[in-house]
């Protein structure tokens, strides 16, 4: 079973449109939960930590569900900038000197067109 | 901002060359890692190291040895070449304190063995 996993699409949506992507971990003593932007031939970024309770930055929302273990983003009036791959990210272990390690999702690549 | 810099973005090399990935930060990060991205496949973790001198295996280590001789600079050496070492490689550093998990990456090597 995959640690993380996410639908890779292509999610491909019309400019405005409201867009969810999914992930799921399978380690339930998961620490923290972040999504990463990845734009084509670019390092990833951090787009946004998730927090238990759900937290909001502008048009993106992201959710967690640790009974399902899964979290969301949420994309609300989609650009044309936003066209992008989207990185779950799970923190999982605690590997020593402070340091948590991550694991990353496949990605879901993001297309939105005018 | 963090600048993580990586010595090459694009790299030819032969079967059976040794290679040195060279990779350094400029913000005092305890932690750094080494990736690759292949598609399909997603990012995976190769060594990661969260103090001078310190190293752990990622989850595939296999081929490729690393060097944390200074705090800034972090090595991924890849003792004989092979051609299924083909990839991107990407350096990431982050701070070790438990409430900043932010990673930071450098732009990417793109390895090519032939």
């Known amino acids: 079973r995959k640690e993380v996993e996410q639908d890779p699409g292509p999610f491909n949506v019309p400019e405005g449109a409201t867009v969810a992507f999914n992930c799921t971990y399978s380690n339930s003593a998961s620490q923290s939960f972040f999504w990463y932007r990845q734009d084509c031939r670019k390092e990833p970024k951090l787009l946004m930590s998730?927090?238990?309770s759900g937290n909001e930055d502008g048009r993106f929302t992201a959710q967690l569900n640790r009974a399902s273990q899964y979290i969301s983003l949420l994309i609300r009036d989609s650009k044309l900038s936003d066209s992008a791959t989207y990185l779950c990210v799970v923190s999982l272990a605690y590997s020593g000197a402070g340091s948590y390690q991550l694991t990353f999702g496949k990605g879901t690549k993001l297309s939105v067109i005018p | 901002d963090v600048k993580v810099t990586q010595s090459s973005r694009y790299l030819v090399k032969r079967t059976g060359e040794k290679v040195f990935l060279e990779c350094v930060q400029d913000m005092d990060h305890e932690n750094m890692f080494w990736y690759r991205q292949d598609p399909g496949l997603g990012l995976r973790l190769i060594y990661f190291?969260?103090?001078?001198?310190?190293?752990e295996k990622g989850d595939i280590p296999e081929g490729y040895s690393v060097s944390r001789e200074k705090k800034e600079r972090f090595s991924l050496i890849l003792e004989s070449a092979s051609t299924n070492q083909t990839s991107m490689y990407l350096c990431a550093s982050r701070s070790s304190w438990l409430d900043n998990e932010k990673l930071f990456f450098g732009s990417g090597t793109q390895l090519s063995v032939l």
């Open positions: 998730v927090y238990s």
């Open positions: 190291s969260y103090d001078v001198k310190m190293k």
